[in-house]
């Protein structure tokens, strides 16, 4: 069966798309994406990511050509034509056909849909183990298309024993390459970094669950240092929901599992979705 994906203003079957190798995201790696899961044929959270979309589109300064509702229309012929209920969906902007290699003139949207697990009813047990790492993405609030400092790391990421890597910048903590990271203080209140990363959609929904159940948190600066004093951690995507963290830079963090704020969040997560 083929996969079909949006590609040259159609829909086409995925092994007809193709990128002419003088646009600006082969030459230079300029685009920008996001990335939403659909479940049971619906695209979560839609609106927040369109919002994020074209927020970084704007910011890169490319031009989106089709309008938010027509996004969602090729979103849903997607969904329909592929038949794939549980689905990552990859929503990407190249910089466009540039002869000079240079000059944006004629962005253009791709849009591409993959299999994709769903997330476990209950959070996961087993933990994760982060290495902390100095580095700062650049125009860090936009979703772009540049990973190459978390892909080059990956070697040293695994001579560290670590599953992820955290970035801090500045000694604030600020984010994982696909994640944003939250811990609860010893005072027990959530914190997350404010300013300096990308601010996720999954971290988004935690931060009004946390108004709403009044669960004590706080968007700030959050040292580098704090991260051994950690009561738990926690890192958070589309994809996954929550990921716990065990380990950071070699220090446990190994809260109770069934008292932990991400036990609870995870299952007010789970509520939004439906």
Same mark, same amino acid.
């Given at each position: ?19 002419? @190798? ?6 230079? =790696?300029?685009?920008?994406?996001? *990335? ?13 990511? /369109? ?9 890169? +300064?490319l ?12 979103v ?11 689905? =990552? ?9 540039a ?23 209950q ?24 990973y ?12 560290? =024993? ?6 801090h ?11 944003? *990271? ?8 959530? @914190?997350?970094?404010?300013k300096?990363?990308?601010? =996720? ?5 935690? /931060? ?8 004590? *948190? ?22 996954? +929901? ?8 070699g ?24």
């Amino acid at each position: 069966m083929s996969v079909f994906c949006f590609s040259n203003n159609q829909i086409k079957p995925i092994n007809e798309a193709g990128v002419p @190798v003088t646009d600006l995201l082969v030459q230079r =790696g300029y685009g920008i994406f996001d *990335f939403l899961r659909v479940a049971k044929d619906k695209p979560l959270f839609i609106e927040d990511h /369109l919002d994020r979309f074209f927020h970084s589109a704007s910011i890169m +300064r490319l031009s989106i050509p089709q309008t938010r509702e027509q996004i969602k229309e090729i979103v849903q012929e997607l969904i329909h034509k592929n038949k794939m209920p549980y689905s =990552g969906m990859r929503l990407l902007i190249a910089g466009g056909d540039a002869p000079d290699g240079y000059t944006i003139e004629h962005p253009h949207l791709i849009i591409i849909q993959a299999p994709l697990a769903e997330p476990t009813a209950q959070l996961p047990e087993t933990g994760i183990s982060l290495a902390t790492y100095n580095y700062a993405r650049q125009i860090p609030e936009v979703k772009t298309t540049d990973y190459l400092m978390a892909i080059w790391l990956q070697p040293w990421m695994k001579e560290q =024993g670590a599953d992820d890597i955290l970035y801090h910048h500045n000694g604030n903590v600020t984010e994982c390459p696909r994640s944003n *990271f939250f811990m609860v203080t010893k005072d027990n209140v959530l @914190v997350t970094a404010a300013k300096n990363m990308l601010k =996720g959609v999954t971290r988004k929904n935690i /931060l009004t669950i946390c108004a709403q159940h009044q669960i004590p *948190f706080e968007e700030r600066d959050l040292n580098v240092s704090e991260l051994a004093t950690a009561k738990e951690a926690f890192i958070t995507s589309s994809t996954k +929901r929550i990921i716990p963290v065990h380990k950071i830079d070699g220090h446990l963090v190994k809260p109770d599992y069934h008292a932990s704020f991400a036990k609870k969040i995870y299952d007010l997560l789970v509520e939004m979705e439906h």
